[in-house]
């Protein structure tokens, strides 16, 4: 087939009466408009279902790997509210030696080993992110202290004075509130 062919069937195809007859071809009539539009309906609510099942599926997964990360980091809560009584008793322990029975020879053993107890306990809690609340000196934080009472000072009032029992934290999260006494006003 040569080029003038080519041009002259292209021509042809073109004719208005073909061009009317391929559109009234491929034209829908009014009931199969309607079919039409019904299906592209259907397939826009479909496609929008989908998208709400993506999302929903993306959130419930970050949902699961968030606490299973919290689950890690924070197993170990229970268990560190429980020992933290034994860091109090092992403190009122020693805070309880006078120099006198510190110098002791029949006793310096037996503090020594308490004191390397208690190093050893404070590493522990150091590597399993638990960390000792500050207090003294400090205004009172409700997220982080409880106040037991409260103590005419010359400190500004709301400022902690002393404290009664160590608070601590566990990475981001309360695991005891320091329990504390505060200046009191006038």
Do not use: C, W
């Not at 002259?8 to 009317?20: H, I, S």
């Not at 007859?21 to 496609?47: C, S, Y």
């Not at 005419?152 to 902690?160: A, L």
């Amino acid at each position: 087939m040569t080029n003038t062919e080519n041009d002259t069937r292209a021509e042809d195809a073109l004719t208005p009466e073909n061009v009317a007859a391929e559109a009234d071809a491929t034209t829908p009539t009014t009931g199969e408009n309607d079919e039409v539009a019904k299906l592209a309906e259907q397939v826009a609510a479909l496609q929008q279902d989908l998208l709400y099942s993506r999302a929903e599926t993306q959130n419930v997964r970050r949902r699961g790997e968030k606490e299973v990360a919290d689950a890690h980091a924070y197993a170990a809560t229970k268990f560190a509210r429980d020992i933290l009584s034994v860091a109090d008793n092992l403190g009122r322990a020693l805070a309880a030696l006078s120099e006198e029975q510190r110098a002791d020879e029949g006793i310096k053993p037996l503090v020594t080993g308490l004191e390397a107890t208690e190093r050893e306990l404070l590493s522990v809690f150091e590597r399993n992110g638990i960390t000792r609340i500050a207090a003294i000196g400090l205004p009172l934080d409700p997220n982080q202290h409880q106040a037991m009472l409260e103590i005419p000072s010359d400190q500004t009032p709301g400022t902690i004075v002393q404290e009664m029992q160590a608070g601590y934290m566990m990475k981001d999260r309360l695991l005891r509130p320091a329990m504390v006494a505060v200046a009191k006003a006038g």
